[in-house]
């Protein structure tokens, strides 16, 4: 009962966050957008930095859950095309509906972590089986350091969604060709059917 109310306070304080920012975010905000009485969220979190670390923790969870749904929904990629769709997927979901209110919230708590190490080891890319996916795939293409590669590929396409989400639109295709193109050359040569 109290990690479901955990839960819920957490998630009503990601709202707050994704609509107020973070001057928005108050235990008194949270106990209003979950309709709780006065003080329910400050029994849970006793200080504002409890209150953010809560928040990221779920936040991490629920984007972990995303990245495994739709890496179970689009499988492993065959082919660089596969890849640039799944990834123009993922940054679907982080533009529109829930998923913009969490990358709202995910910048916000981004930029609290410059200043609080406790935020920024829960908001350190956690491996999954979207990454893993890229990585496999990468590697599996004769990608130079897969690892290294993934890690910037998909750094990239975050900040073609914060690009977006500051913007207006949608990630274009050619930005997430461009980027597996890159993350797929094999050395420090050209791309692949460059002139020199």
Known sequence: MASDRRTLLADAALDVLA??????????????????????????????????????????????????????????????????????????????????????????????SARDPELREILVPRENAGRAAVRHFLAAHGAADPESRTHTLLTCVDGLVFDRLVSGGDVPREAIEGLVVAALRPGDGPAPGARG
């Open 19 to 112: 609509d107020e920012g973070v001057r928005g975010l108050t235990h008194r905000a949270v106990d209003r957008r979950a309709a709780l009485p006065p003080g329910t969220t400050s029994a849970y979190f006793r200080t504002r930095a409890a209150l953010l670390t809560g928040l990221v923790t779920r936040l991490v969870q629920r984007d972990q859950g995303e990245l495994q749904s739709l890496a179970e929904q689009f499988g492993p990629p065959q082919s660089a095309a596969d890849l640039v769709d799944g990834l123009l997927l993922l940054t679907r979901h982080r533009l529109a509906g829930e998923g913009r209110r969490r990358s709202l919230a995910r910048y916000a708590c981004a930029v609290e």
